[in-house]
Each structure stands twice: as C-alpha cells, then as structure tokens.
C-alpha cells in the first residue's frame, strides 16, 4: 500500500503543481488585462496566448463600439500586423515560381520610381523589408484614406506615382506603407485576381482563418464595429476608418480566434511553407538597431539569449501586438480597439507585462501616458486667444500711433494661420491627413488656432482701417502706445 502511495505522488503531485501553475498564470493575466484596460481606458480587448503549439489562454474583455460584448469571434482591424500576412501570400506566389523576390518590380508592374533615368531598379525583396529607397512619409500621404472597392489598391498605386526615391533601393531601412502597397499590386497583377480574393483563398483559408478578411465589405457582413479615437485617453467611437487600399499594410480585420490560429500555424511552421521559402519568412533581412533586424514582413530580435520575432500595428482606432519567443517556445496576439498618436507605447507596454507573467510569473507596473502634447497645444490655444482678444480691445479703445508696426502684425497673423500646418507637416514628417487620423483633438485646438490667428489678422485690419478713415477725435492726453 505505501509504495501505490509513493506511486501515484509521484504521477500526480507534479501534474497537480503545473496546473496550479497554470491557474496561477491564467489569474495574472485577467488580472493584468482588466488593470491595464482600466488604466489606459481601453474599451474593449482579446489576448490569446499558444504555449508548447497549444493554446493556453484565450479571453475577450470589454465591449465594441455598439456597446457589444467583445467576444473571440470579435473583428478587430489588426494594423501593420496584416503585413506578415501580405509576405506570406507573396512568398507563395515565389513557392510557386510566379514571382522571383530579386526580379525588378518592373517585370510585374507598370510604375514609374524614375528608374528611366537610374540604373538603380527595386525588387520584390526590397519591398518586403522596406529597403526599396520609397520614404516614410511618401507612404503616409497614401495612407488612410478609406479608398473603398476592388480597384482600392489601384486608385492608390496611381496617387504615390511618380513617386522620388529618398534613397538607393538596397541602401536603408525606411518603412513605408507605400512598400506593401505595391506589393498589393503586384499579387493582383500575377493572380489575376483581387487582393481580398488572393488572400482568402491562397493564405486565410490553407491557415484555417475563416474570419479574417481584407475588404470592408467583406468585414461588414460579419459584424465589424469601429474602435474608438481619444480624446485626452477618453476613449470616443470613432468615425468609419478602413480602408481597402490599405489591407496590404494595414487594413485586415481578423477576430481573436483566427489570430491564435495564425499564432500557433507560425509557431509550428509545418505547411506553411517549403523551403527555402520558410527559411527565408523568419529570417532577418537588414539592419536596424543593436540586435534588431527587419525581415520579410517581421521585426526581429537575433539575440543569442532571448530571439524573438514580433510586429506590431495600428490603425486610427485599434491597436495590435503579435510576439513570437523562438526561444522560450510561446506566442501571443493582443487586440484593443482604441488609438491616438500619444497612446503608442500602451499596447507596447502591456506586451511587456505579459512577456513578464509569462517568463516570470511577474507583473510589471504600467507606465502612465502622457498627454504631454494635447495639453501644450490647448494651453497655446487659449493663451493666443485670450492675448488676441484683449489686444484687440485695447486696440479699439486707443489711438494707434504705429501704424505699420501694426499692419505688419495683422499681415504676419495672417500668415501665420497659412503657413501653420505646411510647417507642422514639415517639423513633424507627416501629411497632415494623418494628423487627423491619429490626433484628431489636437487637430482641434491647431484648427481654433489658426481660426483665432485670422480673426486677429483680419480684427486688426478692420480696426486700424477704421481709425484712418474716420480720424481721431481724442485728445492728446489719450493717445497712448498700443504694444
């Protein structure tokens, strides 16, 4: 009877000691979720977690736009994680002999990077690792633009042509939406078929991600709800932000269940794809920083003690992280549906809490946003509005003794409120569309303040015009220096 005993604790205690373990983790992570929801107002979320090639934890949190329970059939647009889906519908087309990732993108489509006037000619490789000489904001001025239809990514495709080089194609990594873009093209033009289309059939379905789509239209049907845009962290339902042009890059919509799925086909890797094709998926491509590489659609981490592979993403109103530990054997998937330009490091930061429950059965504190620019930006605005309001006053009740000193200020207000967002585009290397999308509440004091620099401008055009018609009838005593 003792040694049964001794048996069967043996069998069982450590069964009994993962499973706790288990427990544990499973509790860390709810915890940890709902906290950092609550902290950075995020409305609604999915984690999913694949542990060993099995999924460990797969929960939903909070609600959707229509106030809908977030569920793990829930659709979130998932950003620039679309863009190791798009690599891998290429390197399909290059398994099967379709493509060639060192031809010129010129054997597959018709676009003009002035390569008339260079030796210098991009290839499919350079597009997939954002090495192709296509700059950042070249990108961007093509970017969320909810182009909507199957011509999408052609409309698009025409807007960046002719597009000028800022680079060498193969000299530096500058990523760019326009990259995956093309790439969107050149899978039409070989297929002979719609992006969408390709990508259901030749990526989600041999996947298993039967809820992943790469139209609009196609996410309507099966319920998709817009994220939320902030306001100073509050989360607001935003306006309608997909765009099909976009779906290259940035614009698929895949629900949590889909996304593990994805997850776990990566972390398993059988059928994906054959060599050397797979080899080349999770290999690092160029350069970025210490020991971080970009490859075929993946950012990656070569370090011999920790490597590992990731992306993240974004879209006006929803965030995403996709994280893959080589060594550790775990990857996990996080969906939110909320977004601003001072909200970036949220999701990254929840990525890091999560690592550390996982590896350590730790939880890291989470960092507060900060509003920093918001704030900067409305305090300008109402200080210029409260200095041109009572300068204005004082102006209409004294006679102004110079003149051209103030014609020359109500000339530069003018000017000012003409030159303000050409010089914020320039400063900040964005098109100002993107303002928009990403900020849309300190778009909203930059407009006042362009609205209060020209009612300046003009205020003080009227009033110095109005004194030199009608004179002056105070007497000397009341003449004072206006400054």
């Known amino acids: 009877m003792l040694r049964i005993l001794v048996v069967l604790l043996v069998l069982f205690v450590p069964s009994i000691a993962i499973a706790e373990e288990e427990k544990s983790q499973k509790e860390l992570l709810e915890t940890f979720m709902e906290e950092a ?28 736009g229509n106030g809908e329970p977030v569920t793990n059939q829930t659709l979130f647009t998932i950003g620039s994680v679309s863009k190791p889906l798009t690599s891998l519908g290429i390197l399909k087309l290059a398994e099967k002999g379709d493509i060639k990732l060192d031809e010129p993108i010129d054997t597959y489509i018709s676009f003009d990077y002035g390569q008339s006037d260079s030796r210098f000619e991009i290839t499919i490789r350079q597009l997939l690792s954002h090495t192709s000489g296509i700059g950042t904001f070249e990108g961007l001025q093509v970017a969320d633009q909810n182009l909507r239809g199957k011509e999408a990514i052609a409309e698009a495709v025409a807007e960046l042509e002719p597009v000028e080089l800022t680079a060498q194609p193969g ?71 997909f765009d099909d042009s976009g779906a290259p890059y940035g614009y698929m919509a895949s629900t949590m269940n889909d996304m593990t799925t994805f997850i776990t086909r990566l972390v398993d890797r059988e ?107 409305l305090s300008v605005t109402a200080f210029i509005t409260l200095l041109s309001l009572w300068n204005l006053i004082r102006l209409a009740r004294k006679k102004v003794i110079h003149q051209r000193l103030w014609f020359a200020l109500a000339a530069f207000s003018i000017l000012l409120a003409i030159l303000l967002i050409p010089l914020l585009v ?41 004194n030199k018609l009608k004179g002056d009838s105070r007497s000397p005593e009341q003449l004072t220096n206006v400054i």
């Open 37 to 64: 929801m609550e902290v950075y107002k995020i409305p609604g979320a999915s984690l999913g977690l694949v542990q060993n090639g099995e999924v460990t934890f797969k929960q939903s949190f909070g609600e959707q």
């Open 171 to 241: 000299e530096i990594h500058q990523y760019s939406a326009a990259n995956y873009l093309l790439l969107g093209k050149i899978i039409e033009e070989v297929s002979g078929i719609p992006f969408a289309e390709y990508m259901q059939k030749e990526v989600f379905a041999s996947l298993g991600m039967d809820r992943t789509y790469a139209t609009y239209s196609e996410a309507e049907k099966s319920g998709y709800q817009p994220g939320h845009q902030s306001w100073f962290g509050k989360p607001i339902k935003s306006d309608l932000w």
């Open 271 to 377: 059928s994906l794809l054959s060599e050397p094709y797979l080899t080349m998926y999770f290999s690092p491509e160029v350069h970025r920083k210490e020991d971080y590489y970009y490859g075929l659609g993946w950012r990656m981490n070569t370090n011999d003690d920790d490597p590992f592979i990731f992306h993240g993403g974004e879209t006006p109103d929803t965030r995403a992280e996709l994280f893959i530990s080589q060594s550790k054997d775990y990857a996990f998937v996080l969906l939110t549906n909320k977004n601003n330009f001072s909200e970036v490091m949220q999701t990254i930061h929840m990525k890091e809490g999560i690592r550390s429950i996982i590896e350590k059965q730790e939880v890291k504190p989470l960092p507060e946003t900060s509003y920093k620019m918001q704030w900067l930006t």
């Open 426 to 466: 320039t400063i900040f290397e964005a098109p100002w569309h993107t303002f928009v999308a990403y900020g849309p509440e300190t778009v909203l004091f930059i407009k006042i303040m362009i609205g209060v620099f020209i009612i300046n401008g003009l205020g003080l055009f009227v009033i110095l015009g109005w």
